[in-house]
Structures are given as structure tokens and as C-alpha cells.
């Protein structure tokens, strides 16, 4: 039998639907599964006909490819992929090649490149993303760890990415963890994203009134605009158009206000307050899926507490078009946020990523894919040092131009007690981003009085610290 050039384990959604992106694209495929049963479906259902070989061993499974093998690794995040790198280490020859195609935890995968580099084997963290239909189609791809096993991946892989006006929607994204990390802020981003949509849909819905097939019509139409073209506001108004073949009502409606998550988001949040950095929109929306979880005393406390009785009783369409305007500014903000953390990391762990790529490789596939990654990638084409998105000309004007609907859309929100948390972190963001003069004296002074913290002063230079006994005035 002819060696496979490429293998995956692990035939989930994500594996399978890789395993028949790598095939179609000329590549012979080996498969194996923990589970046998597994495999056998997979060939029966939909690789019957393909050039793919199923194999019911490691062993087996390693036998078949080509060297150097090249070895995609699709199961669950966390010990799961530290067991299947066990099983191959012994197996392996110098130069084959283990693809950690799963969402891991960055800090996994540079204690995992470390090891296998040190062996003579070559490690790349991927991150993924395009969910089912974009692994079997084309998805965005941020693979790091050894640069050598990358040059041996890159024919496959730009072959199966998404793919753009501008090339395949995957780069070597840089050492050790950097793939893994950039996945990270993308699910971060996207956490931030779903949110803020989640927020506009409760104001047109809770606050206007807006019927499932009025929402479906606004939605499309932001999906034409320059600022609001997105996959994720694209399927949203696909959402609105199902209806519950049981009941006939808009399925959305019937579905339990409780949202999952899976990691991702809060990995992000915790990598942010460790390199101190601020993303207050990315942190609102992984708070309000915890929220949302407390389903229970959400509902027991609804028939005791009691919030505004006022209604909206404006100009409808002059409203939407506000709330259009605030969930681009918001949206910008929560990018903002994103590509400063990815900024920090790549300085704190000398990653040395590229904020423009990194951006073009979001234009396709994956799920923040949005017309506005153009406007991202030149500002950082423009200046690789950009401090902050807010501050690119392709942004700062039209955020400034729309900042009155964002601040009024806010004020409707809390007059109609509708939680918007995301909005308003954005908002909060840019105020505080703006603002050359921020409230933290009075926390220096404070933490100066309590602990003798020592603080710096307006009128001395930087680095030079001060005590003051408070209490004796």
C-alpha cells in the first residue's frame, strides 16, 4: 500500500471534517480513533470513497504515513492530547511531526514544544476556526511552535486554508505557544462580538418591540454596510428566519437564555490581568454567559425586583440606525482590545507576531471573519506600532462621528432596564482610552495612606516615589 502523506487522530466533527479537507485537496489520508466503532462510521458515512485509509492502532497508524509523518492530533484539550503525544513520542523518528489541531491552553503547548523540539520531533500548535462547515471547506489557520515542521506543513496547509483576495488564510504564526495564542484572542474577540449582537437584538427586540421577521430585515441590511459585513451578524439573520416546526413560533425564542462556553474566553481574560492589559468588553461578555447560567435566580428574582416601567417612544428607525452605530463603535473596541493583547504578548513572550497577517488571516473561514479586517490589516500595514486601533485613521474619525447614538443608545438601555454590559464596557473603554487624566490619584493617595504604597507626582519626574503621613495632615 502507497504511504499516506498526511494523518489525523481523532475523528470528532473538527477531525473528520479536516481529514476530508486535507483529502480533497490531493493529500492521501490515514485516520485512527480511540474508539473503533468510530472509524468504521466515519469510512461507512463519508470517507468510503475517499482516499483515506482508516487504521485501528497507533501502531498502525504510524506504519502508514510517509516520513516525515506528518500528524494532525484532534481531541479534547488538556491531558487527552498529552496522552496521544505519550503513545507517539516512541514511535517517532527525528524531523516526523505532531499538529495540535485542538483549542489548548497556550501554556501547554509551550511546555509541549519544548519537549518534543528537544527530541528531535517538531511540534505545531494550530489554532482552528470555522467550526464544521470551515474545517471541511476552508478554515482560518494560526499555526506556531517549530518554524522547520511549519516549511514541511505549508504546501497542505495553504491548500486547505480559506482562501481570500489577498492568499490562504494561514500563516506561521511564530514560536513555542504564539498559534495557540492568537486562537485564544480570536475566541476572545468573538466572545466579545456574540455579546455585543446578543445586546442590539434584546434593545430592538425588548426595548422596540421588534418582531423576529423585523429583526431578520435589520440584520440583513447591516450585513451589507461596510462596518457591520460579518459571518456573525450574517448567520444571525439567518436565525431569525427558523421557526419551530412544533409550534411555529421563531425558535430562537424557545431556546434556554443560558449560554456554554469553553474556556477560551476566560483564558483570555486571565492572560490579560496577568500582562495588564485592559479588555473590559471581552471580560463583560464572558461575565454575562456566567450569568446567564443562573438561570434559576434569574427567574425567582424577576418577581421581586422590580425595574423601570417607562417604554420607548421615539422614532423606531431613527433608533435602530443608533443602535447600528453603537454596536460598530463597541465592536471596534472590543478589537481594540484584542490586538493590544496581542501586542503585550508578543513583546512579553518574544513572539513577534505580526498584527497585520494576523489580521489577514481572519478575512476568511473563521468565525470573526468581517469586511472591517481590510481596515485592520492596512493600519497596521501603515504603523506595526500602533498603540491602539482607536487611534488608526481608517477608525478614530468615524467612532468619534458616532459616539452621541452610542452614548444616547446607552442612555435608552438603562432608562428601559435592559442590560447591556458589553456596550457599556466599550464605551467605558474609549472614555477612559481618551481622557488624559483618570481618578487613579485618589486610589495612589488611598493606597498611600492605608500601606505606604508610595506614590508618583504630576509635577516630578517618572520613577521618582513619595510618602505622606496622611493621618498626622
Known sequence: MTK????????AVMGENLALNV???????AVYNRTAAKTESFMAKRAGDKDVVPTYSIEEFVKTLERPRKILVMVKAGKPVDAVIEQLKPLLDEGDMIIDGGNSLYDDTERRTNDLESTGLGFVGMGVSGGEEGALNGPS???????????????????????????????YVGPRGAGHYVKMVHNGIEY???????EAYDLLKNGLGLTSEQLHKVFAE???????NSFLIEITADIFTNRDRETDKPLVELILDAAGQKGTGRWTVVSSLELGVPIPTIYAAVNARVMSAYKDQRVAAAKDLQGPTASFDGDTQAFVDKVRDALYCSKMCSYAQGMALLSKASTEFNYNLDLAETARIWKGGCIIRA????????????NPSLPNLLLAPEFKQTILDRQDAWREVLATSNSLGIPV???????????????DRLPQNLTQAQ?????????????????????TEWANG
Open 4 to 11: 499516506r502523506t498526511f494523518g489525523v487522530i481523532g475523528l
Open 23 to 29: 483529502e480533497s485537496r490531493g493529500f492521501p489520508v
Open 141 to 171: 489557520l494560526m499555526p506556531g511552535g517549530t518554524e522547520a515542521a511549519y516549511r514541511e506543513l505549508e504546501p497542505i496547509l495553504l491548500k486547505i486554508a480559506a482562501q481570500v483576495d489577498d492568499g490562504a488564510c494561514v500563516t
Open 192 to 198: 466579545g462580538d456574540m455579546q455585543l449582537i446578543a
Open 222 to 228: 447591516w450585513n451589507t454596510t461596510d462596518e457591520l
Open 371 to 382: 469586511g472591517f479586517l481590510d481596515k485592520i490589516k492596512k493600519a497596521f500595514n501603515d
Open 421 to 435: 454590559p458589553a456596550f457599556s464596557a466599550s464605551l467605558d473603554y474609549f472614555d477612559s482610552y481618551r481622557r
Open 447 to 467: 493606597r498611600d495612606y492605608f500601606g505606604a504604597h508610595t506614590y508618583e507626582r504630576l509635577d516630578k519626574p517618572r520613577g521618582e516615589f513619595f510618602h
